[in-house]
């Protein structure tokens, strides 16, 4: 009986098993039939989710530029431009540096110019805008390196600039800033394929997704070390762990790995995977973009085409795939070099390339770091073009190609001079290093912006992007300051004096202490230095910033007009008719500063400041052009008398430290101040260049910086460096404006109290 009662149970245990084994095989059944399904859906959709591409203007050359061959051509290398010489034809993406005599053979006729040597090259027609074909380039250089003739099209022609193809600064995948360019696995060199296989999956041509030799090999090693010392991934399992799973490290998703791994080579053949395999392997970090992909990485470590590659050069890669930081060969060039000699070593192990190739490669130097034409890929630029995008209403789901007004050369400039000048402030100023000890970041922002067309050409919302996020340039509502104060004589040089005369520059006005009451309130304004003047004319206000002289015009014209010519101006922040206004307590956005003095620049036509000019379909159709319409907002005579003024600035006024510094274009500015140096600009503009700068904290703690020595020193140091690419001409007045200069002894008589150095007058402006 109990012997029959044992059977019986031997039989239910066994029954419950089969039924349980049953059960398991069809749930891994089902969830296999699922994650297949998953996997054909995600191959089905694309592999890749089409980019936003963002490109900058192509690179401009300007008659009078100041701008030598080697320059140009230093240039041209860093756009992949070919060499060429005399006897050889020019193909797209070529150049030859001629004499004199063989320029003129090109040209077909005598320069007119004096042309010592000249650059011919072809641009490139674009891969990206279809309507962008090669063209026919000549440049001209005289022996003070400067651009003295520029020839364009087919016949050549004289043009007073030529502008290079658009270049591909940054790209967005899924809304991630990704660098990644997509390519076929034969476009990869035999030796890049040979070494990324050999050092991470030496049997990825013989298994099916998972190698259990592999597995074996790892868990025996991690066992033997006591911790986690190698992974025995496939490529296979490491293309399913990159795109389809997270990278959390748990049974589960290691258990979906390896039958997904299994289920994906039914799918797809060893080309398919080790193409995306090499298209999706992170390979290093640029700024806030990350590396993806073998062709990326080839750009970004050696300034070249991965089909441009070596034998040395591809082993690295392959080093750099296990762990981008560590192996970076930039930071760390000992480490990196030992991992890419281990790559050839397992190259050679695996008969691969022979032994004596490997050692020789082993000899092959590094990279340098690269001159990247920008450091990082203008992260707070982008932010102001993707806004832009989403207002003119257009989606970014299917893809865009994106052509903005962004100059790489000023791009890159602005990035690096608002770190170096805050660092530089931070190291060098008593008061702000003591700020420093607190934990406080001093920040400072800047824009540049063409004057004749109105593009945004640089845009810099921080000192860096990696850290803070925060735009000050789009985002940041700031007090103004002194910087409003050209929008008070504006007001004044449309106007009449209390005497019913026109104001000029050398309207005599009264700097002196007075209290102003209105609704119920009283007001006195304060000079910087806490002392008056007395009767001064009117430049002098303003070159120097003098705040009760300022006000007591800003009284005499009207609070609401000030308002109204800030309005049409380009000035769209509230802003009331309170006698503070003249003095700039009220905050703007800095963009706003910026399009408001690019109408002054303009010599009163308002135009919109503009970060995109075209916006295309990845298959090339058009979806947006820009259409920056100009309008009259000032007469231009009463603009160009308050320009007139604002060269004092820079010549003898707050803005004099830029000429110390080396600044020597015609310029015109205004320093700004507030009142508590929490906030410190400076606005200031050639004929071609406008550039606005912004220098405090964050949190508006004082800094005790001026406009002159928190804001002017980062304006100069850029314009110094960038605007010299435009000729240094001055600005050109429209008829009924005429000038004028006053002698040391006329000088005197309107500023009696003025030192020595002030008594120059070089020009000045009258109606």
């Not at 103004?480 to 929008?487: A, D, L, Q, R």
Request: hydrophobic share 40%.
């Amino acid at each position: 009986m109990q012997t029959w009662l044992k059977k019986l149970s031997f039989l239910k245990i066994i029954k419950l098993i089969l039924i349980a084994a049953i059960f398991c095989t069809l749930a891994l059944g089902v969830w296999l039939f699922r994650l297949n399904k998953e996997i054909q859906d995600r191959i089905g959709q694309g592999w890749f989710r089409p980019p936003v591409e963002i490109y900058s203007r192509g690179e401009q050359i300007h008659l009078k530029q100041r701008l030598s061959a080697d320059e140009l051509i230093k240039l041209l290398a860093k756009l992949q431009y070919r060499e060429r010489f005399e006897e050889q034809s020019l193909h797209p993406s070529d150049y030859s540096r001629l004499d004199a005599n063989q320029c003129e053979e090109v040209v077909g006729s005598p320069f007119l110019g004096n042309v010592e040597s000249c650059v011919y090259l072809r641009t490139p027609a674009s891969t990206a805008d279809i309507q962008l074909t090669s063209k026919n380039i000549l440049i001209g250089f005289d022996s003070t390196q400067t651009v003295t003739q520029i020839l364009s099209g087919s016949p050549l022609a004289d043009v007073p600039y030529v502008e290079l193809t658009p270049q591909l600064f940054a790209q967005f995948y899924g809304g991630e800033p990704i660098l990644r360019k997509i390519i076929q696995v034969g476009d990869a060199p035999l030796e890049c394929l040979q070494a990324a296989t050999a050092i991470e999956d030496s049997q990825f041509l013989e298994h099916k997704g998972v190698s259990v030799t592999g597995l074996s090999r790892a868990l025996m090693r991690n066992l033997l070390a006591g911790r986690y010392a190698q992974g025995g991934s496939t490529i296979t399992q490491q293309l399913v762990k990159n795109y389809f799973l997270t990278p959390e490290k748990t049974l589960k998703r290691k258990f979906s790995e390896l039958f997904m791994a299994i289920l994906l080579e039914a799918n797809l053949d060893k080309d398919q995977i080790l193409e995306n395999y090499l298209n999706i392997v992170y390979m290093g970090q640029r700024g806030p973009f990350q590396v993806i992909g073998f062709s990326a990485a080839s750009d970004y470590y050696f300034s070249k085409p991965l089909q441009r590659l070596n034998l040395p050069e591809c082993a690295l890669l392959a080093a750099i795939i296990n762990s981008p930081g560590r192996y970076n060969p930039f930071t760390h060039a000992e480490q990196a070099q030992k991992r890419r000699d281990f790559v050839l070593d397992r190259m050679a192990e695996t008969q691969m390339i022979e032994v004596e190739k490997a050692t020789q490669a082993k000899t092959y130097p590094l990279p340098a770091q690269p001159d990247l034409r920008l450091t990082e890929p203008a992260p707070y630029f982008t932010q102001a073009v993707f806004r832009e995008i989403d207002k003119i209403g257009l989606s970014i789901e299917n893809g865009l190609r994106v052509f903005t007004t962004l100059d790489v050369e000023a791009q890159d400039l602005a990035q690096r001079k608002v770190l170096s000048h805050v660092l530089n402030l931070e190291k060098n100023n008593k008061k702000i290093a003591k700020i420093k000890t607190q934990g406080k970041n001093l920040e400072s922002s800047l824009i540049s912006v063409e004057v004749r067309t109105g593009e945004v050409m640089a845009l810099v919302g921080g000192r860096q992007y990696i850290k803070t996020q925060y735009n000050r340039v789009l985002d940041a509502h700031r007090q103004v300051g002194s910087i409003m104060k050209p929008f008070v004589y504006l007001t004044a040089l449309e106007s009449q004096d209390p005497n019913g005369d026109p104001y000029t520059p050398t309207t005599i006005v009264d700097d002196v202490k007075f209290v102003y009451s209105y609704e119920g309130q009283s007001w006195s304004p304060k000079n910087y230095t806490n002392e008056f003047l007395g009767p001064i004319p009117l430049f002098y206000a303003l070159k120097n910033s003098i705040n009760a002289a300022t006000a007591k015009v800003g009284l005499q014209v009207g609070l609401s007009n000030i308002v109204d010519v800030a309005r049409r101006a380009g000035i769209t922040s509230e802003i009331k008719p309170y006698p503070s206004i003249t003095l700039g307590a009220f905050e703007i956005y800095p963009w706003e500063v910026a399009g408001a003095a690019l109408t002054i620049a303009r010599m009163g036509e308002r135009i919109p400041l503009t970060f995109i000019r075209s916006i295309e379909s990845l298959s090339g159709e058009n979806m947006y052009k820009a259409d920056a319409k100009s309008e009259r907002a000032f007469a231009p005579q009463p603009v160009a008398i308050l320009i007139g003024m604002m060269k004092q600035t820079l010549q003898t006024g707050t803005g004099r430290l830029a000429k110390l510094m080396g600044f020597d274009l015609p310029a015109a500015g205004k320093t700004g101040t507030t009142s508590d140096t929490k906030d410190t600009w400076f606005m200031g503009f050639t004929p071609y260049v406008l550039t606005l700068t912004w220098t405090g904290y964050d949190d508006n703690t004082p800094s005790t910086l001026t406009g002159a020595s928190g804001a002017l020193p980062l304006w100069t140091d850029f314009m110094k460096s960038y605007a010299t690419r435009y000729p240094a001409e001055d600005f050109k007045w429209p008829s009924g404006v005429e000038r004028f200069e006053l002698s040391p002894k006329e000088y005197l008589k309107l500023v009696p109290s003025a030192a020595p150095y002030e008594l120059e007058m070089p020009t000045e402006l009258i109606r």
